[in-house]
């Protein structure tokens, strides 16, 4: 069954080794931060550093897997239509829209949509690391210097991840304007459990 994260909210839920998840755009041009936890060891969790050094690039897309603290593997990409990721940026926070958008009165952001909906696995907002940032377009200069571009996704583009252990996911509706080109649009997700 897909279900629906609303525009600038996120989801929570466990997955069990073996299961795939497809992360969905259903409307194009849409970011989707997700986070990952070792359901055995919540201090486990997903690792941009390690995942850039293991993969050997930081343009993580199908057949490349998302790493651990641990040095484990989490995740395997099995499909990506878009095939553009981000692994080098947090997730938007209070502070992303005081300090890049000049904007000090309260927005919603992926920061506090993942801790929120994970509290419920005792996940704590300190817990959470840098997100892997499915169809998030970050661009770089030859001098090192980012930039958000729009999303190259278009509707219906989507990820099919398969879990390589036990894991808390959360996932969000990215609520950062300059990533989703100034809209903001849902996200879709469907378990499909491994063949027991």
């Not at 490349?64 to 239509?81: G, P, V």
């Not at 080098?88 to 005081?98: D, G, I, K, R, V």
């Not at 952001?109 to 996940?123: G, K, P, V």
């Not at 950062?176 to 080109?181: D, F, P």
Request: contains cysteine.
């Amino acid at each position: 069954m897909i279900e629906t994260i609303e525009k600038q909210t996120g989801a929570a839920f466990r997955l069990n080794k073996g299961d795939k998840l497809k992360v969905i755009d259903p409307q194009g041009e849409q970011v989707s931060d997700m986070v990952l936890f070792s359901a055995e060891d919540k201090r486990e969790k997903l690792s941009s550093g390690k995942t850039l050094d293991f993969e050997n690039t930081i343009l993580i897309t199908k057949g490349h897997h998302l790493w651990s603290n641990r040095s484990h593997k989490m995740m395997a990409l099995l499909e990506d239509t878009n095939g553009r990721n981000d692994f080098l940026l947090a997730p938007c926070s209070p502070e992303t829209f005081q300090i890049i958008y000049n904007n000090h009165e309260y927005h919603p952001s992926c920061f506090e949509n993942l801790y929120t909906n994970l509290a419920e696995f005792s996940i704590e907002p300190d817990d959470i690391p840098t997100a892997f940032n499915i169809f998030m377009n970050v661009q770089f200069a030859p001098d090192g210097t980012l930039s958000v571009d729009p999303p190259l996704s278009k509707a219906g583009d989507y990820v099919l991840l398969e879990a390589k252990m036990d894991l808390i996911v959360g996932l969000t509706a990215c609520s950062a304007e300059q990533s989703n080109n100034y809209s903001f649009k849902p996200i879709q997700y469907e378990i499909i459990p491994a063949e027991r």
